[in-house]
């Protein structure tokens, strides 16, 4: 053990021969790498809070603002649908895509928030979109 505390090295060793080709020794060469392995740890102590901040921006940023997108969606297709609307069924889809989009954003940070679990829950069926 150092002064400063552990160190951590790599030990080379190999034979030295005399003139008749006989090992009479054998040499080594220790490289202290300590300062490597610190800087390892840190560069991957870095990148996992900047993984982690990452998640938080999407789910804080995009997650809120798909589900808001969602709520909205849900509510236009219902709104189609109850005037019999041509293109309700594609409002469905749009609203199906949506609602699985929000639901699997859940993933993104562990999040298990009420309109995850029921997207329509979220938004008044009674809005007027004419």
């Known amino acids: 053990m150092q002064a400063d505390g552990p160190h951590t090295s790599i ?34 102590q870095i990148s996992e809070r900047e993984q982690r901040r990452i998640a938080q921006d999407l789910h804080d940023g995009l997650g809120q603002q798909l589900a808001g997108i969602s ?7 219902a709104d189609l649908q109850s005037r019999s609307a041509p293109n309700a069924a594609d409002a469905a889809r749009i609203s199906r895509l949506l609602n699985a989009t929000v639901a699997n954003r ?25």
């Open 11 to 44: 030990v080379s060793k190999f034979p030295l021969f005399d003139a008749d080709g006989r090992i009479y020794a054998v040499g080594g060469i220790v490289t202290d790498i300590t300062e490597r392995k610190r800087l390892e740890t840190e560069l991957l």
């Open 71 to 77: 709520c909205l969606c849900n509510a236009l297709q």
């Open 106 to 130: 859940a993933g993104w940070r562990g999040d298990s928030t009420r309109s995850r679990r029921n997207p329509a829950a979220c938004w008044p069926r009674s809005v007027n979109w004419r």
